[in-house]
């Protein structure tokens, strides 16, 4: 049996279906790139895919499902400047099941289209159901995203400098977006209890002042101190983190409350 394909509605599918996957993928990842680098991954990527078919050897959906996996790493690491390896094969396994999900509501849509229309679907149907496609997944994820960071999220935190004599409940807020002015680091807030309660840890030559603003005040200023280290836990494996600043809040944390810290959320990216 021999199927006649067009090289060039081929390309044009490619790049599509390539854009979308690439789309889906930084949304679950959280990763950014420029427009640029977006059609340029999209692009080399279907030249890739076409090339495979070109192969004199096996059929064209052996070659296709070999060749799958090679053509997602090389697009991430175009995109998204990911390129080493549990990072790369996590991220390319990401893309893969967003291809899966992709072509299945494709699929799903284009047989009740093919009750209506009676015929072969052309290449413009493909296109606009592939997008159609896209923008369910794309609601999907984002509803789940925003699910998951509305939760509220704990974690136990340790410092190694008082030998985990002190157990710290803490809040991890996406809200957080407090930072050191001159560096940039991310600063954690703490209560006035818990300062007291970590005081030997705060040397003079750390301190830091740190200006803020909030909900209910224009603006302030917090005194800080840079810890050497702090020991996260509750978020699978304990995550340890080196010089960071933690600033005293004398409101908006409750000293009967069990969380006493509140962390950025930087501290938990790699």
Request: aromatic letters at 8%; one cysteine or more; proline letters at 4%.
């Amino acid at each position: 049996m021999y199927y006649k394909l067009y090289i060039d509605s081929v390309f044009i599918l490619q790049v599509a279906c390539n854009l979308c996957l690439l789309s889906l993928a930084g949304k679950i990842l959280k990763c950014t790139a420029t427009h640029r680098r977006v059609w340029f991954g999209a692009v080399t990527g279907a030249v890739m895919a076409c090339g495979m078919m070109l192969v004199p050897f096996g059929t064209i959906g052996l070659r296709m499902s070999v060749s799958a996996i090679p053509v997602s790493m090389c697009m991430l690491c175009v995109v998204f400047r990911i390129c080493h390896g549990a990072k790369l094969v996590h991220a390319s396994l990401v893309m893969a099941g967003c291809g899966f999900f992709l072509g299945s509501v494709m699929i799903w849509i284009l047989n009740r289209l093919r009750t209506v229309l009676k015929g072969d679907v052309s290449l413009l149907i493909m296109l606009v159901t592939q997008y159609i496609s896209y923008r369910i997944l794309l609601k999907i994820i984002i509803a789940i995203r925003h699910k998951k960071e509305s939760c509220l999220r704990t974690a136990t935190v340790y410092v190694p400098a008082l030998d985990r004599q002190l157990r710290i409940q803490a809040f991890i807020d996406t809200g957080n977006q407090l930072t050191e002015p001159v560096s940039g680091a991310p600063v954690c807030l703490i209560s006035a209890k818990l300062a007291k309660q970590m005081e030997s840890c705060f040397m003079p030559e750390k301190y830091h002042v740190i200006p803020f603003r909030s909900v209910g005040r224009d603006r302030g200023i917090l005194d800080a101190y840079e810890l050497p280290a702090l020991t996260i836990e509750g978020q699978g494996h304990p995550v340890k983190k080196e010089h960071v600043i933690v600033a005293i809040c004398n409101t908006g944390i409750s000293e009967e409350s069990i969380c006493q810290m509140i962390l950025h959320p930087r501290l938990f990216e790699d």
